[in-house]
């Protein structure tokens, strides 16, 4: 009688409290039958478990093995192929895992479900659905298309555009023509476009709309390889223009190769071996210009396979929603190969996602995993914080205190590999509370929760563990086609980066402390530039990751910061800065952003921003603080509610020195103290160039911007 009475007052509260974050679901019940697309009659449902590899797991044909024994272990021609080297011995079965190519896992889930859901986008407020069939369709014009403008095998085609259906097509038919696909940020500028297209001599670019057209309209004359722009809003096509090379729609284009004859696209996907570049990772330039990551196919499926090897309960997705740009190598694994090699189905959330749309989306969706960079996990729990904090003093409050308490326990219990006992406490929290908030974020048929691309604080995980929401970090890099190292359920130590990937090899240098790994996800070598693949690779098929870090008596990775990025002080100190900005973000919550100085300097400084609100359009950050920063400001007796504001304010500066003082207590040595600080006045943002697109700050930009300032506080080098 006291649980039913319980729990009628607790939903009715949290119904309350959460009122404006739950909304309905357009997909309440998850049917796999049904369909929003007009032209699909009939959409199979999700058969039981079935990987699409399988079929490929013959043995290597003699051509594939005559083509291996004149590959090298590196390449940085996109023209050759490497070679797959697949052990008899010494290492695990998923190593040796028969290599593939991406169209021969393609050609296995369109056979098996012709007619279930891939692909899902809204349009005018409904779910239009593709099926694996018409996916495999458009993606064959589009491979004829590129032929017909004459696209050779190996040349490269770009793409910049928003997620969605298209993306997809432009990739996997650039893959069917034999081709390489190359993807461009949707914020590049346009000489950054030009950059790209010229270094990779891209023959055909595709683009979303008439703002990213008028980029490579700019630079055109520029890029004297290039046959064809192509635009996938056929009202984004001019009527006239002085371009050198056609523009056609996306519809349009796909016509031009209906009289290309399939025996031509046959020979070119039956060409293709698993050691053949298939895409082009262009990294974010934190240090310099971007460099092309050269991943073959079997980079790619093996990467997949042992991904789902590593995390079990991601071969079982029937449903992901695709949201950071698919420039970048997670989403191509966890978008676009994975769904491939499960027959999973892909909802593709609006451009507005990192806006505040993301969370429409999950609730309508409710995936089964979910991967976000720190920053939407930091966006996530400054929303629940408001929200849950919101709840007014007394029993609710106690009652949402003693859950999240229990979710704690429950996550300290379930680290180290042991399995929690499952207490009746914990239960009744979950069922009465914990579950609920999941729900709200769109969260509850969600098995594995996933972050990775930039480190992220571990008082962010601790907090979603509280809420039964265990934040599995990752850790890998554009070079390993993703992943190498991940916390997983039963393998799971807060503030690591987990134990390597099976089939995977780990270790660090002992002179620098250097991260160095080996295995089939290890990528081809960069694009024209082999000073740089020779530093990164050597010729045993090692990466040098270029991270610091140790790993443990129980196998878990930590990253300590990189070694390009570690200060070397003026007395010799080298000081990693990522340890000592995380503890000041912890110490001083109403921080944005950290950048440690000291580089041959005598001290250590730090530029910090404030948090502030987003522009409700642009979502470029304006002056105005946060509701978060504002809650600082009348608890220190601030009356700032502006940067300019609280930059002149002496109770904010008292604040962050004191805060300072407590992360010096901290610290690891008198070297890693620091003592001045500069509060910038504008926060890091895209458009400034001070982040890369999956939110990493540019060191380099930062210091060069605020050189002045930097100098201003701590002028003596030396």
């Known amino acids: 009688m006291f649980e039913c009475v319980l729990l009628q007052f607790v939903l009715g509260w949290l119904g309350q409290i959460m009122g404006a974050v739950i909304k309905n679901s357009a997909l309440p019940t998850h ?5 929003t697309s007009p032209s699909i009659l009939r959409i199979a ?61 393609f050609k296995g889930v369109v056979s098996h479900l012709p007619h279930g859901r891939a692909l899902s986008i ?64 949707v914020t590049s500028t346009p000489e950054a476009c030009q950059y790209i297209s010229a270094h990779c001599d891209a023959k055909v670019v595709v683009v979303s709309d008439k703002a990213q057209l008028d980029k490579y309209l700019s630079v055109v004359d520029q890029l004297p390889k290039l046959k064809a722009l192509v635009v996938w809003s056929e009202a984004d096509v001019p009527q006239e223009t ?30 293709q071996l698993p050691g053949h570049c ?61 769904p491939l090699a499960i027959g999973s189905e892909v909802y593709f959330a609006g451009p507005d996602a990192l806006r505040g749309g993301l969370l429409g989306t999950l609730q309508e969706v409710r995936p089964n995993f979910f991967f976000g960079v720190p920053r939407v996990w930091e966006k996530m729990m400054e929303s629940l914080k408001e929200k849950l904090g919101g709840a007014p003093e007394g029993l609710k409050k106690s009652l949402l205190t003693w859950a999240m308490v229990q979710g704690a326990e429950n996550a300290e219990q379930s680290q180290y590999g042991v399995t929690p006992r499952l207490s009746l406490s914990f239960w009744a929290a979950d069922y009465l509370l ?132 570690i200060i070397i002080t003026s007395g010799g100190e080298n ?70 504001e609280a930059q002149e304010c002496e109770k904010f500066r008292k604040h962050i020195e004191d805060g300072m003082a407590r992360a010096n207590a901290k610290a690891a040595s008198r070297a890693q103290q620091l003592q001045k600080f500069f509060i910038i006045p504008r926060e890091f943002s895209l458009d400034g160039n001070e982040l890369t697109p999956t939110m990493k700050v540019k060191r380099a930009v930062v210091e060069t911007k605020y050189n002045q300032e930097i100098e201003d506080i701590m002028p003596n080098r030396f």
Not at 243 to 269: H, Q, T
Not at 299 to 316: H, K, S
């Open 31 to 35: 049917d796999e039958n049904a369909c």
């Open 45 to 105: 449902p999700h058969p039981p478990r079935v990987e699409f590899f399988t079929s490929q797991l013959s043995t290597p044909s003699e051509r594939t093995r005559r083509h291996q024994k004149r590959m090298g272990v590196w390449k940085t021609d996109q023209l050759a192929p490497v070679h797959v080297s697949t052990p008899t011995s010494g290492m695990s079965d998923l190593a040796a895992r028969e290599p593939t190519t991406v169209l021969g896992v």
């Open 122 to 185: 809204k349009k005018d407020g409904e779910w239009v659905t593709h099926t694996w069939q018409q996916y495999n369709e458009i993606s064959q014009q589009f491979a004829r298309a590129l032929i017909h403008v004459g696209v050779e095998p190996h040349e490269v085609v770009n793409v910049l555009g928003p997620n969605c259906p298209e993306w997809l097509f432009t990739n996997m038919g650039s893959i069917m023509a034999g081709a390489v696909i190359a993807g461009v940020y």
């Open 242 to 271: 002085n371009c050198s090379v056609p523009i056609y729609s996306f519809s349009d284009f796909l016509r031009l190769g209906e009289n290309v004859e399939a025996r031509l696209l046959d020979e070119r996907m039956a060409a």
């Open 278 to 338: 298939c895409t082009l990772i262009y990294t974010s330039g934190t240090t310099g210009p971007p460099k092309a990551v050269m991943i073959s196919h079997d980079n790619l499926t093996w990467t997949v396979a042992a991904a789902m090897n590593t995390l079990p309960a991601l071969g079982d997705a029937k449903r992901t929603v695709s949201f950071l740009p698919l420039s970048h190598v997670a989403a191509q694994i966890l978008d676009i190969h994975l």
């Open 434 to 565: 914990l579950g609920k908030v999941r729900s709200a974020l769109g969260l509850d048929e969600c098995t594995t929760f996933l972050t990775g691309a930039a480190p992220i604080a571990p008082d962010v995980i601790r907090y979603f563990s509280t809420l039964n929401i265990p934040l599995y970090e990752l850790f890998g890099q554009s070079e390993c086609t993703g992943p190498h190292s991940t916390n997983t359920p039963d393998k799971w130590k807060i503030g690591s980066v987990g134990p390597e990937m099976e089939g995977t090899k780990t270790r660090i240098d002992s002179d620098t402390g250097e991260i160095q790994y080996t295995g089939r996800h290890i990528f081809m070598g960069y694009l024209k530039d082999e000073a740089a693949t020779k530093a990164a690779l050597d010729d045993d098929g090692w990466l040098y990751s270029g991270d610091v870090g140790e790993i443990d008596k129980d196998g878990f990775l930590s990253i300590t910061g990189r070694i390009k990025e």
């Open 575 to 644: 000081v990693p800065p990522i340890l000592i900005e995380n503890a000041l973000k912890a110490e001083l919550p109403v921080l944005a952003n950290v950048v440690v100085i000291g580089e041959q300097r005598k001290f250590l400084t730090f530029l910090c921003s404030l948090r502030v609100e987003p522009d409700v359009v642009t979502g470029a950050p304006t002056d105005k603080l946060d509701k978060t920063a504002l809650a600082v400001a009348k608890e220190i007796g601030s009356k700032a509610t502006t940067v300019p």
